[in-house]
């Protein structure tokens, strides 16, 4: 009987040329599949709530795959973990109703941006956060952040190269946590994100954190709708989809 | 003028053959040599207190450099960390006496090595712990790790390919902590160790937790010198070397 099964996946994205299957590398979406080909003996139609770049993370991604099968749910997570790498995990499956769509009927998600902020590197770190070793202050980012959140045209804050029909986002919150070991983690929520969008709000954050961006500035540059007003794209080693929402 | 430096480095040994310069991959003693060569414009012997194994990692390796300089000790962190990769990092400088030397000088040693303990594995964390699924048993581990505590010869936990003039070792300690995130860590504290000693104690440990060793059998598996009587050499990735000291 077909039917659709919703996937929860985490992954280690710096071996990855990103979520979707592209020609110039490794993608995470291939590997599932192969991995629904081999444990599933069919075809698997594999499709993810977010294209996740080359080297970002992901603790919840959330993939809708339509196969015809019976075997019990519960037993579907180590069954394909077991046709996976090891830097690619199902943590959870559960069945949903066929028209499940994964993009469509997401309400919100969260994305994590991770920075490594001491003079010291953490080689085991530098593979999950962006390293930056002058003091950032903490409390500029986090005024900054508010002039961000709410419903506004984000073309500023989206790389030219992938526009979309309509730049207009909703920024729900921003918390920003200065964590142990001397991160700081950037909580991003919102109902849809640009491409580059998280990547370029950590990287004019942390501008405003090194004092070269001012706080108040951030109204000016969403209003110029100019990438170039923006700060960088930070890298995307800091990046981690942290979680994706399917209830209001 | 000629001094001696005492440097302490950590290393994510993921992309290494180990410590040592070998003919078959890039070394950390390598990178090393070359960041020493770059800054300090001369060729400079390097030589660290641990030939760690390839994969192996490192929080506190203790190198000696001898070098001919005048520079502040304090900026000599920075200088060599620009010219490394950022998966090796020096974290500390000092002057120490010319004659010192990091292998005949260390007090003790402690190694952690780290298990990931659960049916969903962590993609962040495949580099850096041993992958068990299989609940194991920490007290029955705890109480195995008492016999190997002490002087003994330790024959039968050390791989038969490189053995030594001696090959009795003193562990002054093993504490196995449960840590968050379903980390197990094993930290073992000796005045030295003989090739993947800490490895097979570890795979020792990981049976008796599993229960398909005894741990009444440990006092038999030292005594009998036979390294087919120990458990299996666990994986490299689960080891870091977490300590040297110099002090008594």
Same mark, same amino acid.
């Given at each position: ?22 020609? #110039? ?60 790498? #090891?830097?690619?995990?199902? +943590? ?53 952040? +508010? ?7 984000? +073309? ?10 309509? %730049? ?46 001012? +706080? ?16 960088? %794209? ?15």
């Amino acid at each position: 009987m077909l039917r659709s099964i919703m996937l929860v996946v985490a992954y280690d994205g710096t071996n990855y040329c990103g979520w979707q299957s592209q020609t #110039n590398g490794l993608s995470v979406q291939e590997k599932i599949e192969n991995a629904c080909k081999e444990k599933f003996k069919q075809k698997v139609i594999v499709r993810g709530c977010s294209r996740t770049d080359a080297g970002v993370h992901a603790e919840h991604q959330v993939v809708a795959i339509q196969v015809d099968t019976d075997i019990t749910i519960e037993k579907i997570p180590l069954m394909l973990n077991s046709s996976l790498p #090891n830097d690619i995990v199902v +943590k959870y499956a559960k069945y949903v109703p066929l028209n499940f769509n994964p993009i469509r009927d997401t309400k919100y998600k969260i994305y994590r941006y991770s920075i490594l902020n001491t003079d010291i590197r953490v080689p085991k770190m530098m593979r999950y956060a962006a390293y930056y070793y002058k003091t950032l202050d903490i409390k500029l980012m986090r005024q900054a952040a +508010k002039f961000m959140i709410g419903t506004h045209d984000f +073309k500023a804050f989206c790389s030219s190269e992938k526009a979309t029909k309509t %730049t207009v986002r909703t920024i729900y919150d921003i918390q920003i946590k200065n964590e142990k070991n001397n991160i700081i983690n950037i909580y991003v929520k919102g109902n849809g994100f640009l491409h580059h969008m998280v990547r370029i709000i950590a990287g004019t954050l942390i501008k405003v954190g090194e004092k070269t961006i001012d +706080k108040n500035k951030i109204k000016n540059i969403i209003d110029s709708m100019e990438r170039k007003n923006a700060g960088p %794209t930070a890298p995307p080693e800091g990046l981690t989809l942290e979680y994706v929402s399917y209830d209001e």
